[in-house]
């Protein structure tokens, strides 16, 4: 009805202006029905191009050219008229000039009318939240960019605040998107942000690479401008929801490094129809393990755990992708030797994975028995039926706080890792060529794991902290736990037998340093908004950890994200003796006792910052 009306206003207005210069638009004195006749095949010509059903608050140019070809389709039929009664009658019914003059009209008001219902719809409601709206550069002036901010400039309830686009190269510096300034990056960007007083930034520049990306961060963490990351618009999934992708950065992209390339073939072929153990399969390492295995296509997975509920919590995510046929959950303690045999003899697997511990070097400090009965007694039988029932590849999750440990728990893992290797060298000497390869792979701290840091500063900063950090000078290693996965997967394929397969972690990251960067992220400013409390250091913690010992050398392998640690290997019944009279000891609970027998298996455990430091004197 509105643009039937704006059609009328169109025709008085041509009619006006062709009656002041002594023609007439229609050329018969009873105009009713030739205006009728104009006016109704517009509106057909509206219903066929559907050029009303457009919400107009969201209108686009898709909506001007359907208006256009309305109107030119009006425009030409009606020339047509009047050429076939010029041709049979010899006169026209409508002035060919006014025909135009009325397109043109009509066609401005129609176009003109939507536009500023548009723009009155936008504007108002971006004045009416621009108190509370924080003003947003976007970093990048691709079609990546563009799709993100006008994503969110229609987002309800809005958010940001867009106030302009900044580019890395100077060409556009005089051009505008979006009717926004493109700022150019002559300085650092947060001289850039001040200037035009913005609060914060959406990285959506798809050509940044992961370095670029990372000083951008660093220098908005360092003046406390918030920052976003938004994935590339090819990567959506339902490119419809575009302002929800937005997010803040995490503290896993500050830490990220290059894509793992993985041998898919090598890891397919252990994988593909097999029968796959995976031990621990509830924690954050083996659900992980578990979901990637299962990418693999396996026979089955035999999902091992003593924790219910988290296992019950797997089974149910797989269930919802419609993986549950190829997940067997079995609610099973390592350190039962019975109850882990009747699994190995039920399901005959193919490939064990081991990666149920105790891994909490406090808890383990104080209930060294624990560690002792889980981490050494525990592997020991997981080991010894992989041999019993011939599984191919045993391939076990250790720890950088097995090497040189300074505490219970990497000292468990260090006697785990002897007695695998042991294991390999017995085999050997049997020359029994169907032994079980076991293969022991070795990183640091799990980005994000059960228990880990970041999600115990995650809650201290939720709670208004402080944040307890141990000592101002700690550092430690990090991956991401697909990352850590994925090179496990990867050692597992490569392994020929008794390896100590070590990763590259990167780079050492001081605590401090990450818990100041995460209550940055979170927007709060440190040691003002957030404390952060030096507690001191635990019982038996280190300042730094390391992934090789003194004496060890490493080989480099076809995958430069992994590498072998040559360590000192011991003859099988030797160690098997002094472990069976650790396991003895251990179910005394006499924690000086078994801490001793430790020291004596693994020489270098010194003690740090612990009650069994005397006996190291």
């Not at 041999?387 to 706080?401: G, H, I, L, R």
Request: proline fraction near 4%; glycine fraction near 4%.
């Amino acid at each position: 009805m509105i643009d039937l009306s704006i059609l009328i206003v169109s025709f008085f207005f041509t009619k006006a202006i062709i009656n002041g210069v002594g023609l007439h638009f229609v050329n018969f004195p009873n105009k009713v029905p030739y205006v009728s006749l104009l006016l109704g095949f517009n509106v057909f010509t509206f219903w066929i191009f559907r050029t009303y059903a457009g919400i107009i608050r969201h209108s686009s140019y898709v909506d001007a050219i359907k208006l256009l070809f309305s109107q030119i389709s009006v425009l030409v039929f009606f020339v047509f008229i009047n050429f076939v009664f010029q041709f049979f009658y010899g006169f026209k019914i409508y002035l060919n000039t006014a025909l135009f003059i009325n397109m043109v009209l009509s066609f401005c008001a129609l176009f003109l009318y939507r536009v500023v219902v548009k723009q009155v719809f936008e504007h108002y409601f971006s004045e009416r939240n621009d108190v509370k709206l924080p003003r947003t550069l976007i970093y990048g002036t691709d079609a990546n960019a563009l799709s993100v901010a006008k994503a969110l400039k229609l987002e309800t309830p809005s958010r940001f605040k867009i106030v302009g686009f900044v580019d890395r190269n100077s060409q556009n510096s005089s051009k505008r998107m979006m009717d926004l300034p493109i700022l150019i990056q002559k300085k650092k960007l947060p001289t850039l942000m001040r200037s035009v007083g913005a609060e914060s930034l959406i990285i959506a520049d798809k050509s940044l690479s992961k370095e670029e990306r990372l000083v951008i961060v660093e220098q908005c963490l360092e003046f406390n401008y918030k920052v976003y990351i938004v994935p590339l618009i090819t990567d959506w999934e339902n490119q419809k929801e575009i302002s929800q992708k937005v997010k803040s950065i995490q503290i896993e992209d500050l830490l990220e490094r290059k894509p793992i390339v993985l041998d898919g073939k090598s890891i397919s072929k252990q994988l593909k129809d097999k029968t796959i153990l995976i031990t621990g399969a509830a924690g954050s390492i083996g659900s992980e393990i578990v979901r990637q295995v299962m990418l693999y296509k396996p026979e089955n997975i035999i999902a091992l755990d003593q924790a219910e509920t988290p296992l019950h919590n797997l089974s149910l995510e797989l269930a919802n992708l419609g993986l549950q046929d190829k997940l067997i959950t079995t609610v099973t303690d390592i350190r039962n030797k019975d109850a882990v045999d009747a699994v190995f003899k039920k399901f005959l697997p193919d490939v064990v994975f081991h990666a149920a511990a105790y891994k909490h070097v406090p808890l383990m400090e104080e209930n060294p028995s624990q560690a002792i009965l889980t981490n050494v007694e525990g592997t020991k039988i997981v080991a010894d039926l992989s041999c019993q029932y011939k599984v191919k590849n045993f391939v076990m999750v250790s720890t950088d706080k097995a090497v040189n440990p300074s505490n219970v728990m990497g000292a468990s893992k260090r006697i785990a890792e002897k007695y695998v290797q042991s294991l390999q060298l017995k085999s050997i000497a049997e020359k029994n060529f169907k032994h079980t390869k076991f293969i022991t792979t070795r990183f640091g701290n799990v980005l994000g794991s059960n228990g880990s840091v970041v999600p115990l500063f995650t809650k201290q900063i939720a709670a208004g902290g402080p944040i307890t950090i141990t000592h101002p000078d700690i550092i430690r290693y990090f991956m991401t736990i697909p990352e850590a996965c994925q090179l496990v997967l990867e050692a597992g394929a490569m392994g020929k037998g008794g390896e100590i397969y070590i990763f590259d972690m990167g780079k050492p990251v001081k605590i401090i340093d990450l818990a100041r960067k995460m209550i940055k992220l979170a927007g709060f400013v440190p040691d003002e908004d957030i404390k952060i409390k030096i507690v001191g250091l635990r019982p038996g913690e280190k300042l730094y950890e390391e992934l090789l010992n003194d004496t060890s050398k490493t080989i480099p392998t076809h995958h430069h994200k992994i590498m072998i640690a040559e360590e000192v290997q011991e003859e099988f019944e030797i160690l098997h003796d002094e472990i069976e009279e650790l396991i003895t000891i251990a179910n005394f609970h006499k924690k000086e006792a078994i801490v001793s027998k430790m020291k004596k298996i693994v020489p270098e455990f010194k003690s740090m910052n612990s009650a069994y430091e005397v006996l190291d004197k």
